[in-house]
């Protein structure tokens, strides 16, 4: 039995705009109503962790409301052809809800709570619905938190991802500015041989390395480009 390929989709929030989740630096982004250090920075929840709570609920109602979109189903619908591996910056649970099996959050992932102790890494805390309360606490007795990779904290994903990018055969790096480093530095992590395509409907404007097939497109139409152009490989 021939081995499958490996696939790797690294997606960023462009991956979920076509949901009607707002984006972050775009033309009426999350970043145009919020400023950064008011709602995702380790000091902004030590000043005002209501405020922090409200945003971040907020986010997830918005989350829990939209659906997964064409491309995050495209996604999913990989793993029939190819050892696939999603990577991404988003922390919304679309593409676990599309059917992806095997999702690597560099951010952290919005459904999810830990502790606000010095142990918040030891334990993840599932969110039923879509409120997180101050009254809400860890097993140790620290308000939760979402579980989110605030401005200022370290990406603890980071290498993993790193490893898996070098091994891959295809890379496809889907809605994403390439401005959020570290994690924008993971594009460099692919091998020379492997195929490198980026999606993305400012694509002509992004720095994209040497050697990436640049395809100006949403995210839903440029996988369905891209399938079409490779369907000798399904």
């Known amino acids: 039995m021939t081995q499958k390929q490996k696939l790797v989709i690294f997606s960023g929030a462009g991956m979920c705009a076509e949901s009607g989740i707002s984006t972050f630096r775009d033309t009426g982004g ?3 109503k919020f400023k950064v250090e008011d709602v995702a920075t380790p000091q902004a929840w030590t ?10 609920n907020q986010r997830r109602k918005q989350i829990l409301d ?7 189903l495209q996604t999913a ?7 696939t591996t999603v990577i991404t910056q988003n922390v919304d649970d679309l593409h676990e809800r599309a059917g992806s099996s095997q999702v690597l959050h560099l951010h952290g992932n919005i459904r999810q709570a830990k502790s606000s102790g010095p142990n918040q890494e030891r334990k993840l805390y599932p969110i039923e619905g879509w409120e997180l309360s101050l009254t809400d606490t860890c097993d140790e007795g620290f308000p939760l938190r979402p ?6 904290e370290e990406v603890p994903m980071l290498e993993t991802a790193a490893k898996i990018i070098s091994k891959t055969d295809i890379f496809i790096v889907i ?3 390439l401005n959020v480093y570290p994690a924008a530095g993971l594009i460099h992590a692919a091998k020379n041989d492997s195929k490198k395509i980026i999606i993305d409907p400012h694509a002509n404007e992004l720095n994209a390395p040497a050697g990436f097939e640049v395809l100006k497109m949403g995210a839903g139409e440029g996988l369905k480009y891209w399938r079409k152009k ?5």
Not at 66 to 72: F, G, I, L, Q, T
């Open 147 to 152: 579980n989110v990779v605030w401005f200022g």
């Open 30 to 32: 999350l970043w145009e």
């Open 77 to 83: 619908e990989f793993e029939k052809y190819y050892e």
């Open 175 to 177: 809605g994403t500015s």
């Open 230 to 234: 490779m369907e000798n490989l399904f």
């Open 66 to 72: 939209a659906s997964p979109n064409s491309a995050h």
């Open 47 to 56: 000043a005002d962790p209501e405020k922090v709570q409200h945003f971040y």
